[in-house]
């Protein structure tokens, strides 16, 4: 496993306003860490990233397993105004599949609803997860359980972390997972740098995470743009019960659109998308 090279990073992302870039060389999770730094009072902009995380972790409580120096591993503190804590995801989805575009190669990630990256398989069969991405709010901002549950207000700053989990390299990667999940390696056919990688993110973060405070209209045009969920026959899971049909949009705050099987429209705001081949005529 090579060293990570944080300091060629920070000189990379030093006009940026995420240029505090740390790195180690194995933690629990990025995210708890950073997570535990904004309760701390520590200001949005950083970044901290890890060559191995021991209980690196995804929606639903899935966990998330990499072999050290084979991923991007790596956290983002961020306080954005209330109203736009559910842009956060979607701003560093789209910055995400940018940059895998930038160092891999065009058209090479796609946003799949609500936060994964994927490929698109050669043989037509499932998309293949390239990334996963968690973001984990302190809501609301300075409260405690004896002072009980209250909404933030409009100008209130939340504490937010997302966390990217981004496949670089395919040796080590478990059998199992071969068919479903691919690396940047792969992709490129080649060695890719997990520095590059996290250079032309932050770069990308740094120029959509505005849009995503200023122009969230803007921000679900381009996330439209780079999906592979629209326009595709999906199932969701939504633990009780599956919806299946058509995934036709999105809405401002992120909730997929589905014309059912059944010609209803169902607006889903949580769930996991099982993308299902095209229907057969007739």
């Avoid at 989805?93 to 936060?115: D, F, L, T």
């Avoid at 629209?230 to 969701?236: E, N, P, Q, T």
């Avoid at 998308?273 to 007739?282: D, E, I, K, M, S």
């Amino acid at each position: 496993m090579t060293t990570f090279d944080v300091a060629a990073v920070r000189a990379a992302v030093a006009g940026t306003r995420f240029a505090d870039v740390r790195w180690v060389a194995e933690t629990g999770s990025t995210n708890a860490d950073l997570m535990a730094l904004a309760a701390q009072g520590e200001p949005g902009g950083i970044v901290l990233g890890a060559d191995h995380q021991t209980a690196g972790r995804g929606r639903r409580g899935r966990t998330w397993e990499a072999p050290p120096g084979s991923a991007v591993l790596m956290s983002v503190l961020l306080r954005p105004p209330a109203p736009a804590v559910e842009l956060v995801t979607p701003a560093v989805a789209v910055a995400a599949a940018e940059a895998v575009e930038a160092v891999v190669g065009p058209e090479a990630a796609r946003i799949k609803w609500p936060n994964d990256l994927v490929v698109a398989d050669p043989a037509s069969g499932p998309d293949r997860k390239l990334a996963g991405i968690l973001a984990e709010a302190a809501w609301p901002p300075g409260s405690d359980i004896a002072s009980g549950w209250r909404a933030a207000s409009a100008s209130q700053r939340v504490p937010v972390v997302v966390g990217l989990g981004l496949n670089v390299r395919a040796a080590g990667r478990q059998p199992e997972l071969d068919g479903v999940a691919v690396a940047c390696d792969e992709i490129a056919d080649g060695v890719v740098s997990r520095e590059a990688l996290v250079e032309a993110l932050l770069v990308a973060l740094d120029r959509w995470y505005p849009v995503a405070l200023d122009d969230p209209v803007r921000l679900w045009e381009a996330w439209r743009a780079r999906s592979a969920t629209l326009g595709r026959r999906v199932r969701v899971d939504l633990g009780t019960d599956d919806v299946e049909g058509t995934a036709v949009d999105v809405t401002e705050r992120g909730a997929l659109v589905v014309e059912t099987l059944e010609g209803v429209t169902r607006t889903i705001a949580v769930g996991d998308v099982h993308t299902l081949r095209p229907a057969p005529p007739g």
